[in-house]
């Protein structure tokens, strides 16, 4: 196999869920066909993706992942176009992008990289940080409850919706490996503990099954995705929770006839 | 002022919603067949019924890109219309009015007046048409009283009429006999021209340029390119959720290798920053067309201010360099969005195309006469790419391709990997400022302060106060100058056409004097500043007058 590492220095904590991330996603790269990736990462640990892997990446701006994504695709359909985004990136800063790429269908891979934590500005609560947790910036613990992103992205018909975790590396590697080659909007939700700020792993191990097979309808797969709501102590259900194909975005923006401007200067006479 | 013969002030005015915009185009077109030079301003209101809006088109045998406060004939389709502009009204002008929404008691009390009473709805009965033909009814009897033939002018009517063509010219014909000619006219000499507006002109040269994809969300007076393009076939666009999305969706447009376009106006282009910043560092083309109205804030939305030209200017965090340029007619638009969108992809950064309300939506002949075409740049496809090599412009490839393209907004090594190195950080920083000294060494060969006349006094403006500086200065003995790169700032050009003058005036529709403030960083003191800021674009005469008070 190919190096697809490259000799960049990482800088992740040791024991750092993000490794989890990067072998599953190394792994699928050549099963996927590396040459078509582009890697487009936001800002944050995960974000270092880009600095890490050997295939064409898009280091965007914190929260901007998902619209980057949609103009490479737009640009050119034969990419493969994955996002690895943060919590912070993409449930706090860029979270109307992710609804609308969700809700129009990009034909994009949204791999979020959820630790419930801003962990390379040093430990504030996200989105999906549990209330009362206590961050740098509330000592006093934090005053918001979560967001539950999976029945988040259910309820806007996110074509694909799916749910892994970093300490389960078979499962992570088939569910990325599904998410891309799902022609659609594909959401991938992983629990990414980060053992600096806010270590879940040991809980988390705990608490995480895998579903059997996907739910049967719908109303069943939001049912499912409420079963944990990211404050709760329920069990944790992962694999995918939603799978539907329909039209994709880009395929609709094709355009290829030629401008006339001769007729158009002719007209306006 | 006075009016040159053969000049012709026309306003038609009504709520919105009754369609004096289109009323006022057809005119215009009319007049184009006719051989007339046509400019029509807009001026609405930001609502969608009711409210006050009026086109005034100026129609000459030369040139005249600029209103006068002295009209000819005023088309008036509700009381208002009355209200606010028969006082401009010439002696011996034609009032045309609506006596179906118009009362007598309404009318102004001035005996020289050629007042003609018309009744739309009367029209529409009798030719058996419809009330969106109104329009029609009320262009034909305009034609009439002008002076125009029937024959010759009902055919370039009919050309902008495709639905219901044959009961629009019965409507046509119907309302001609209802009126008496009270002008003679003949025909003003040139051929016609294409009407564009300064948005379509800049959405045009950045099609020759080779535009590709265009993004936008839709803001006053930025929209007309969006909705102009989206019907261009060829030309990609797309309206995301927000200017956010926007800026970030063209830099992955761009990098993807598609030449790529944005626009919007200051609120919208402050959401933006973000990208211009990410555009210099990652140098990931991106032109915007940055269209601007009255601020601060939502400001008046449909009004006219310049007052972005030094936001523009530092707009996005760090160290950096924008290409900027500020287009003053339908023409310079075609030429200056061409030249941004070739700049921004030749030079691998951002692009901002200063337009402004007035530019954007006024109506101008197009003359077509500078070249804009696709310029070429250096690509390399191979494997051991780096992104960033070289010690200025580097080569663009594009992923799909056997080259790796690592894009970032991080400071960088070559590959585009993050450095926080002090030399490292400080070679690639130094990779940039050559690039941004190439630009200026080709701009030094190219077209950046243009000047019209001489004199003792210059006057200095920007963007589309053109039209009305050039009208407004006939026979003064000055000597006109404008920028048309504002970044970078064409210092030594501008020093040297002005170097012979001993008294510069500046001309802005801003309240601060913002290209007086730049010139005055640049070592060049202005002695005289007339601002304009209520929204309105100078009159021929008050533009006069006041330049006049200066001298
Ligand atoms: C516009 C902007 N705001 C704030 C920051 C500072 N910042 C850098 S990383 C980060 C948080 C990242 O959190 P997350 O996306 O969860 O990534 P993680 O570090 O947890 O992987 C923030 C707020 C920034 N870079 N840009
Ligand atoms: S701070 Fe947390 S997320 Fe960042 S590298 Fe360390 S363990 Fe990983
Ligand atoms: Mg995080």
Redesign the pocket.
Known sequence: MENLILSTKN???P????FGIQNAFKEVLPEVGKERVVLVTGI???G?MADYINVSSFYALHGRTIPVATGIKSANNDLQVICCAGDGDVYNEGISHLLHAAKRNSNITVIV?D?H?F??T?KQPTSTSPEGFTGSSTPEGHPERPLNPVDLMLSVKASFVARSFVGKQGHLKEVIKEGIEHKGFSFIEVL???????NTFPEYAKRVYEMKEIPSSFKEAREKAQEWDYSNEADIPLGVFYKEQKEVLEDKLEKTTEVDIGAILEKSK | MENKEKDIQIIIAGAAGQGSKKAGHLIGKLFNSYGFRVFIHEDYESVIRGGHNFSQISVSKEECNAISDKIDFLLALNKDAVENHSRKMKEEGVLIYDSDSIKEEDLPSRADLNIVPVSLNEIIKEAEGIDLMKNTALVSLFMKVVGMDFEKASAALKKELPVKTEENMRVARTAFEKVDKLRELKEGGSHSLPLLAGNEAAALGAINAGLESYFAYPMTPSTGILNFLSKTKGVKTFQPESELAVINMGLGSSYAGKRTMVGTSGGGFALMTEGISFSAQAEIPICVALSQRMGPATGVPTYQAQADLLFASSSGHGDMMRFIVAPGDADEAYELTGKALNISWKYQLPSIVLLDKELSENTYGFKGESEVFKEDVVTEDKEDYERYAGESISPLAFPGGRAMVKATGYEHDSKGIAVEDANKVKEMHEKRLRKYENLREELKRTDTVRTCGEGDVAIVFWGSTKGVVMEATKGMGVKIVWPLVIQPFPEKKMKEVLSGTSKIICVETNATGQLAKMLRCYGTEVEGQVLKYDGRPFTIEELKERIESLL
């Open positions: 800088t992740w904590c024991g750092c869920g993000n944050g640990c995960h270092k990289h630790n934590v962990s390379l040093v990414q503990p980060c053992v600096a700020w806010y």
